[in-house]
């Protein structure tokens, strides 16, 4: 059923489903698609005038989780470039210092990762929750939650005409700051420390130039992830990724830090487009698109709760987005969410039971896979990662020990590394032993 006819069927009041979930993003899509083929009937509301019509990101999908669902993705998705040129590192405000990973082990399908459109590709994935018998209500904000007489949600308003919709499980997948999480009382208060706000520039650059400035073959990409002076001294990092023949340039800043700061994101974007490591990189291009989002960055810290009376939360709306230096992934989280959060609504209906005793199954089903397993052990890694010392000193501080290691001026022996180390923390005014333990605290988070 395409959005238009599902817009004119779709009955006033009383209009019931077995399942509505509010957000056509990829939680969302992936949560109506499993409830679909299990045989629910699932009504999936979206704001957009289609689904994606209003959706960002960076970026990289790692597709593994979708897989799952659907094993020819690769093959049918909307994509752009197949990942297989990763570079990773930190800025000064005259050097950039990165790690270069280049493997052909990510060339093969079904990849492990590439970039995408969103509004292509979240409209892509909503259709094949609709082929699975998902009714999508694009166009359709939703207002409220609906309450039953214990306070349980049986349902949503939206501001159709008449535009309640019923079912004993809504699956709240509405993205970050999350309206319905809110209303059911599942949120905790917002601090701006857990936000990021992000903005990118598409700039439009022919495939063949592409391809040869950034030494990738047809349809390879890259996929820049950098932290240090490409946000100023603002916390946050910055990124650039291949599409076919556009780039996506943009900043991640933290809202407290912004505020603190007194820095605008264009600003900072400007600042990271005109850093010598990345202006020849978009030299000629053309900005065709200027976009923003939120992205809730604190995990396990912000969480909320994940299940109420008949209501889950998945996706950002869960703050299930894994922002940790190393790693910026949101989408597939976001699916396997919704995945879950369906396997729960089907396991309810099948027990005919909608309350906590049941739902509570959605979080054992995040603990006992990968989800909860990254978020409680990164737990640590935002606050790390934002620390003024990583975001403002450490970068600077390995761009010069680089730039002095590999120097050549033949004035007296070359010097050896721990001393120029410890020659350049002084200079940044960090005691060695503190540096140590920094290094000692990334390697607790990240490495063993
Ligand atoms: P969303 O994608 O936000 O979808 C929510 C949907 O709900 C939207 O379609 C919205 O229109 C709809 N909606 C909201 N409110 C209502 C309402 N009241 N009524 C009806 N519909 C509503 N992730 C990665 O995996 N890789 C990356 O490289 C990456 N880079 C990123 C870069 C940026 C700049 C940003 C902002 C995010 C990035 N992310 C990345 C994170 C990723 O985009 C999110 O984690 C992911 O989109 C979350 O999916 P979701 O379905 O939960 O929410």
Redesign the pocket.
């Known amino acids: 059923m395409t959005a238009e006819t599902a817009a004119r069927t779709v009955p006033g009041s009383g209009s019931g489903f077995d399942v509505i979930v ?9 949560a109506a698609l499993v409830a679909a083929r299990a045989g629910l009937s699932v009504c999936l ?4 005038e289609y ?12 597709g593994s989780v979708l897989t799952r669902l659907i094993p020819d993705w690769w093959q049918r998705a909307p994509l752009e470039r197949v990942v297989t040129r990763r570079v990773t590192g930190v800025m000064s405000e005259t050097a950039m210092l990165t790690v270069d990973l280049r493997t052909t082990s990510f060339a093969a399908p079904p990849y492990n ?1 590439v970039t995408l459109y ?1 509004p292509r590709f ?1 409209r892509w994935f909503a259709a094949e929750a609709e082929a699975a018998g998902a009714v999508l209500l694009a166009g ?4 409220g939650l609906l309450r039953g007489a214990k306070n349980e949600v049986v349902g949503v308003a ?1 501001r159709r005409d008449e535009g309640e919709l019923r079912a004993p499980i809504v699956i709240a ?4 700051n ?3 999480a809110k209303e059911a009382g599942l949120a905790r208060p917002v601090d701006e420390h857990h936000l990021a706000v ?3 520039d598409t700039i439009r650059l022919p495939e063949a130039e592409i391809e040869s400035r950034f030494g990738v073959d047809n349809v390879e990409g890259v ?1 820049y992830e950098l932290i240090g002076a490409c946000t100023k001294d603002v916390a946050g990092g910055a ?1 650039l ?1 291949t599409y076919r023949d556009a780039l996506a340039v ?1 900043i ?1 800043a933290q809202v407290a830090s912004l505020a603190a700061r007194g820095e605008r994101p264009q600003d900072l974007l400007d600042h990271f487009l005109a850093h010598p490591g990345i202006a020849p990189l978009v030299r000629g291009g053309e900005r065709i698109e200027y ?6 960055e604190a995990g396990l810290e912000m969480m909320p709760e994940l299940a109420a009376p008949g209501m889950l939360v ?5 703050a ?2 894994l ?1 940790a230096g190393l790693y ?8 396997a ?2 995945m879950a959060a369906a396997e729960t609504a089907v396991a309810a209906h099948r027990a005919g039971r909608f309350g906590l005793g049941t739902l509570a199954g959605y979080e054992d089903r995040l603990r006992k896979s990968f989800v909860l397993a990254d978020f409680s052990s990164y737990k640590d890694a935002p606050r790390y990662i934002m620390g003024d010392r990583l975001q403002n000193v450490y970068p600077d501080v390995l761009c010069r020990i680089a730039e002095e290691v590999f120097r050549v001026d033949n004035t007296g022996p070359k010097r050896r590394l721990l001393r120029i180390a410890t020659r350049e923390l002084r200079r940044a005014g960090v005691p060695r032993r503190r540096a140590v333990r920094d290094l000692l605290a990334g390697g607790r988070i990240f490495g063993w």
């Open positions: 509010v957000g056509a993003g990829p939680a969302g899509s992936a509301v979206e704001r957009g689904a994606g019509a209003k959706n960002m990101f960076g970026g990289v999908f790692y990762g969103r979240d359709t904000v939703v207002d939206t997948a509405d993205g970050v999350s309206l319905l992000a903005v990118k996929d990124f990724y943009g991640v976009s923003a989002h939120m992205i809730p998945a996706g950002d709306a869960a299930l987005c922002a910026l992934e949101g989408m597939n989280y976001a699916m969410s919704g």
